[in-house]
């Protein structure tokens, strides 16, 4: 080619608007980083979160109207016994920081708080059942989402895009049509005579899922999922214990102790100990945010496991709410959310009793901004000094 021709060929080149030669491709690599192996990935283990919830609501179910055994605190003790006798002896064996009367010495007060509010939490909940009706508990239980928003924002620093509020909103309007769906098939259980405080009890037991879930992010992400597992064990099986002595004893007394029962109960103990111990895992690769709205299907797989082992009358809404949901899901994860981090919120969870060696001492602190996504590229992206 001849130098003029050349020259021409480049000049044209360097007049074609960028966006007109990169807009096919980054389209369809935006498509391919939406439904990539990583987003089926996550979406199939908050699936997996969903049927462990199936499985405890099936064997409460039947201890409660099968033999009568209302015993939800009891319930819960055995999940923190056995969070206690693996994790809490796993950290209780570690040797330096991460030993358990390092982590007692530093933080102890904290992971006390904190079973408190996961213990009330499971309790409030499981004891509305008695006041106010299934699809009240269903349509209040939804809570947990905003609080969860609120509190990442404020204190994990997670900002949002307008694609993560509609993927929000899709997934409520899937339970809401969940929702119709049992008003039209008549399934409004429960007594509803004190609607009024089972409802109070719903949302309160959902701000303090809210409050747990945000939490636990914090620290499956920055510390340990041991550790978080262990610390819950090691105060939730005490003050659990102390709660079932004072409130429920009379009640596991009353309970007709069979093999049927002790079977539920096992059950019942091991897809609570398995969604305790899954959930870190789930939660670390993902947020709580996201966790949460996976967590809006199990309903849907319980009536679908109550047609057949209940006779519950089918609604072609309940295929509806849960694609609904998928749908929202997917439309959460087409974005990543991203982290405004500031090195000193990330200190005071830690409280080390040592100086802090990776802050300077002096000059003003900027934050950075970490993009996140529901895969497990957190780590890899690079990060943006913003001033």
């Not at 933080?107 to 699809?135: G, H, P």
Request: hydrophobic share 50%; net charge neutral; aromatic share 12%.
């Amino acid at each position: 080619m001849i130098p003029q021709q050349q020259n021409h060929v480049v000049a044209t080149i360097e007049n074609i608007p960028a966006e007109s030669i990169t807009a096919s491709p980054s389209v369809l690599q935006r498509i391919r980083n939406v439904f990539n192996r990583e987003l089926l990935l996550s979406l199939a283990l908050g699936q997996v979160l969903s049927l462990l919830i199936c499985g405890i609501s099936l064997t409460s179910k039947y201890l409660a109207d099968d033999f009568q055994a209302n015993t939800p605190v009891f319930q819960s003790f055995l999940n923190y016994i056995l969070l206690f006798l693996v994790y809490t002896t796993t950290l209780a064996v570690r040797q330096g920081e991460e030993n358990l009367l390092a982590i007692l010495k530093r933080r102890w007060w904290k992971y006390m708080i904190l079973s408190l509010i996961d213990i009330e939490a499971n309790y409030l909940v499981i004891k509305a059942y008695q006041y106010t009706t299934l699809t009240s508990v269903q349509l209040l239980d939804c809570f947990v989402i905003p609080v969860v928003l609120l509190l990442s924002w404020f204190f994990l620093l997670v900002r949002y895009k307008a694609v993560h509020f509609i993927g929000i909103g899709v997934c409520l309007l899937g339970i809401g049509c969940m929702v119709g769906a049992d008003v039209l098939a008549g399934r409004q259980q429960g007594l509803g005579e004190h609607k009024l405080l089972g409802d109070l009890l719903v949302l309160g037991g959902a701000t303090l899922y809210g409050i747990s879930n945000v939490c636990e992010e914090f620290i499956v992400k920055n510390l340990s999922r041991v550790e978080f597992l262990g610390m819950i064990g090691l105060f939730g099986s005490f003050f659990s214990g102390i709660q079932l002595a004072i409130m429920e004893h009379k009640e596991l007394l009353r309970v007709p102790w069979d093999w049927q029962i002790g079977l539920l109960y096992i059950g019942f103990s091991a897809c609570m100990f398995g969604l305790y111990s899954f959930m870190p895992v789930v939660i670390k690769r993902t947020s709580a945010t996201a966790v949460n709205l996976s967590l809006l299907t199990a309903d849907l797989y319980s009536l679908f496991c109550g047609l057949f082992l209940f006779h519950f009358k089918f609604s072609g809404l309940y295929l509806l709410s849960f694609f609904t949901i998928i749908m929202g899901l997917i439309l959460y994860a087409s974005s990543s959310t991203y982290v405004a981090q500031d090195p000193r919120v990330y200190k005071q969870f830690r409280n080390s009793s040592g100086p802090a060696t990776d802050t300077p001492a002096t000059g003003p602190l900027e934050p950075s901004v970490t993009y996140t996504s529901l895969g497990q590229g957190t780590e890899e992206e690079p990060r943006v000094r913003v001033a």
